[in-house]
C-alpha cells in the first residue's frame, strides 16, 4: 500500500480521498482476519509446542536480508507471520507455560490495546491527552482500593518492573541528597535489599549512579525472607563507617520462591534511619486482592513506594507496570524539567505524567487494565487468583507426598520451588528432557547452592490437568530416562 | 466474564472447557466489533475535534470511584469507552493534529500490536521468545540500510527517545569510566548538547547521576545549531578546571525548529577528546530514507549511538523508539547483570536483549514494526515523508509571501516555525483561538525569547487542503479576531 502522493508533491484531494478508502477497507478485512487468527489461536493453543524448536539465527536467516522496496499485502505479511514468525515465539500464553512467572494475555487487553493503537495518543501532558492521565489514575486508584491500601497512594504506570524500581531508587536519592538532581549521585549513598531480590534493583543502583559497590544485599532466613535483624546491623554498621544508608527495597513475592519479607519490621527499621522504603511486589500484588491473602501486603502502608506488575499476574499482556508512590512531590522533585513548549498546567486535576519519570511520551496503557479491571471484575480476578494458588498448593502436596522429590521452600502463593533428590546436572537433566517435548515449559532457579525445577502457575487457562502433565512428565523423566541423561 | 472455579478450589476440565469457549466466542465478537469500530474512526477521523473541550478531572469524575466487583460485558465496556473516553482522547492521529510532532498509528501497526498482545511473549532473553530478538534486529537492520548505515551498528529498541538518549549517556559514563558501575557517578564528568537540545538529555544525565550542573547548553548559531566552535571551547574549557568531559548529543532535527546540528565537526570534537558522540535523530531520522535528504545524517557514522523513533514519523504508534549504538559492548558492559535463573546463551547469535538495558521485559514491539515496514515498503515510506516535507516547504512559502506574518526559522523538514509579526501574547492568542475551533491543533515554542507558532506536518492523512485550513483559520484570527483578544 502506498499513498497517493508522488516524489516531492502530493495528490489531490480526490486521489488522497481514494487512497484512504482502500486503506481503511484493506485495514477492515485483516482486522478481521486477525480477530478470527486470534480466536483461534486462543482456542488451540493448548495443543500447540510452548517452546520453540530452533537455532539462534533460524529467524534471521529465514528472513529477507533487506526490506522491500515496494509495499505487500496484509496477506502476504501474515502468512510469513504463521510461515516463519511463529514458528519462533515462545507461547507465554499457553496453559502449560509454567517458567519464570506465567502471566495471560487475556482478550480485553487485546482489545484496549487495538484501540489504543488506533488512537494513537499521547499523554506525556494532561492537554496532550486528558484521558491518558485520568483513566491511568482511576484504573490505578481501583487497583490501589482493591488490594486494600488508602488514597494517599499515587501511581502510574511505566512499562516494566525494572523501570518502577528504577524510578523508586531515584526517589530515595532524591530525598537522601536533593543535591544531588545539580550536583550528581554522592558517592557514599547505600542501598539494602535481600540477598533474594530481584537483580533489577542491582541494575537500578547502577543506572542512577549509586553503585554497585553500595548495594547490600542483606542475608535471609531459612524460608528466604530478608533477616530484619541483619539488616539493623547493616545499616548501623554503614552509618558507622560514615556512610548514608538511603534507601530499602523489601520483596513481597520474590522471583525465585515468592517468599514475602517481613515488612513491618524493616518498616521500622527505614523510619529509623529516614531512608525511602520501595516494596517490589511485581508479581504477589494482585494476590492482596483476595481477603485471605491481603496479609502480604501487611507493613506496606509505611512503605514510600510500591511496584505491582498487572502484566504478570493481573492478565494484562506487556507490558503495563504499575508504581505507587506516597511521595509523589519527591518523583517530581527527582524528574520534573519542563521545556518551554511544555508549559505546566496550573490546575491541581491536570497531571503532567512527564513530571514523574524519565520516558517523556505516555502511551495509553491504562486504556487496557481499564478493559481488564471491568470485564474480569474483582470478584472473577479473585477466583482465578485463588485457584491459581490452590493448584500450587496440591502441587506441593504432591511432591511432598513420596520419597523421590522435595521440596524446598513453602509456597504462599503460586510458585513451587522442588527438586528431584539427586545431583544438579540429574535437576538440570530433568528440566530439560521436559521442556524437550514441547508439552509444558519449567524454568530452574539456584536455592541454597542447589539446582531447583520451579513450577509457576499464572495463566488464566491453566487447569489441574495442565498442571499434573508436569507431575507425570517429572515423574517419567525420572523413571523412564534417568539411566540415559547425557550429563 | 469470570473464570470457572471458585473459592480456593477449581474447576473441573469440561467446566474450564466450557469457559473458555465462552471467553474465546465472547472475544471474537467483541473483536470484530472492534474493527468496525476503527474502520470507522479511520474513516470519520476528519470530522471530529481534534482537541477535547473538557475541565481537568472531568473524566476521573465521570468513572465510578471504585472497580467493578462483578465482570462486566464487552458492550457495556465499548459504550462506556464511547460515551466518556473519547471525548477526552486528543486526537493525535487526525490528519490536522499539526502540534508537538504529528505521527501516525497505521494499519499495519495495529495488527501488530493486536498480534502482539495475543501472544504476550516477552523477550527478555533470547530463549524466553527467540521471535523477539531476532526480529528486532531484522526489521532494525531493514531501517538501518535504508537509512544509510553500515551494519556495524547494533540496534535494540526501547520504549521513548528519553530512554534511548538516557542509555546512551549511560554508556558515555561507562566508557569514560569503567568504574562508576561499580563505584557509583563521579561528579566531575561533563556532558554537551545545544542550547535547543530536547530536554530528554537533561533529564537523562539527572537520572544516571551526573547532575544538571555537568550539563554544557552550547550556543546555537542563527538558524538554530550547535556551534561547533563554542563547543571545543567549552570542552577546552572544562579539561582545563579538570572535569571530565565524556558525552556530547547533537540533535539532527531539533524539537523547536527542526534544526540539524554540524555532526561533521562535533565528531571531530567528540573524537579529540574520546567522548561518545549520541546523535538524537528521534524525529528527523525517517528523513534519511529519502535520497536527497540523507545528507541530515552526514557525519553520523562517527557517532557511538543514534536513536531514531518510528513512533514519531514512521507510521507506528507509541511507543517505539530504536537505539543503534556502534559500541554494543559498552551498552552491554553498563547494564548487564544476569540473574542465575538466566543463565547467559553461550550462542553469538542468541542476544538477551535484558543484558542491554534497564528494563528486563521486552515486549515483542518489533512486530508493528515489521508490519510497517511490509506493507508501506520503502517506496511508499519515501512517498510519504516527501509529501510532508513539500507541504511544509509550500506553507512556508505562504508565511513568506505575505506582509502579516514571518518565517522564525528554516524548514528542512515537516516543521514550520513562523509567527504573527506582532506581540507575544498576539500569537498566543492566535493559537489558543485557531485550536479552540477543534479543527486543528498548532502548539507554539519560543525561539529567540519570542513566541513562535509551530505547524508540524506528520500524519499519513494530512492534505494540502488540512493544512491550507491552519493558514486560513489563522489568517482569519488576525484579521477578524485580533481586536478582540483578551490578553
Known sequence: MQPSSDSGNFAPA?????????????????????????????SELSDCPVVPSMKPGGLVDALPASGPVQGESFDAILADFN???????????????????????????????MLAAALNT????????????????????WLRQWMGLADDWFGIIYDTASTSSMHAIACAREMATPEARVNGSHP?????????????????????????ANVRK?????EFRMRAG???????????????????VATVGTTSTTSIDPVPQIAAIAEKHNMWLHVDAAYAGPAAIVPEHRYIFDGVERAHSLVVNPHKWLLTPIDLSAFYTRRPDILRRAFSLVPEYLHPQ?????HDLMDYGVPLGHRFRALKLWYVLRYFGQEGIQQMLRSHIAMAKKFAALVDSGPEFE????????????????????????????NATGRVFLSHTMLNGQVVIRLAIGNLATTWEDVMEVWTLVKDAVKSKISNFKF
Open 122 to 141: 499521547n499523554g506525556l501532558h494532561w492537554k496532550t491527552s486528558p484521558a491518558v492521565a485520568e483513566l491511568e489514575q482511576v484504573t490505578l486508584g
Open 407 to 434: 521440596r524446598v521452600a513453602p509456597v504462599p502463593l503460586s510458585v513451587v520451588c522442588f527438586r528431584y533428590k539427586g545431583t544438579d546436572d540429574e535437576n538440570k537433566a530433568i528440566i530439560e528432557s521436559v
Open 230 to 248: 541483619a539488616l539493623a546491623a547493616l545499616v548501623e554498621q554503614d552509618v558507622a563507617a560514615g556512610l548514608r544508608p538511603c534507601c530499602v
Open 83 to 113: 510461515r516463519l514468525i511463529m514458528p519462533a515465539v515462545t507461547q507465554w500464553n499457553h496453559p502449560r507455560f509454567f517458567a519464570y512467572f506465567a502471566c495471560t494475555g487475556s482478550t480485553p487487553a487485546i482489545l484496549g490495546e
Open 14 to 42: 480526490a486521489a488522497q480521498a481514494e487512497f484512504w478508502q482502500r486503506y481503511v477497507e484493506d485495514f477492515r478485512k485483516a482486522g478481521h482476519e486477525a480477530v478470527d487468527w486470534i480466536a483461534k489461536y486462543l
Open 218 to 222: 542483606v542475608p535471609v532466613d531459612a
Open 188 to 212: 557514599n549513598l547505600t542501598l539494602y535489599t535481600s540477598a533474594q531480590s530481584h537483580s533489577s534493583i542491582e541494575k537500578g543502583a547502577i543506572a542512577v549512579g549509586m553503585g554497585q
Open 346 to 350: 496550573q490546575d491541581p486535576r491536570a
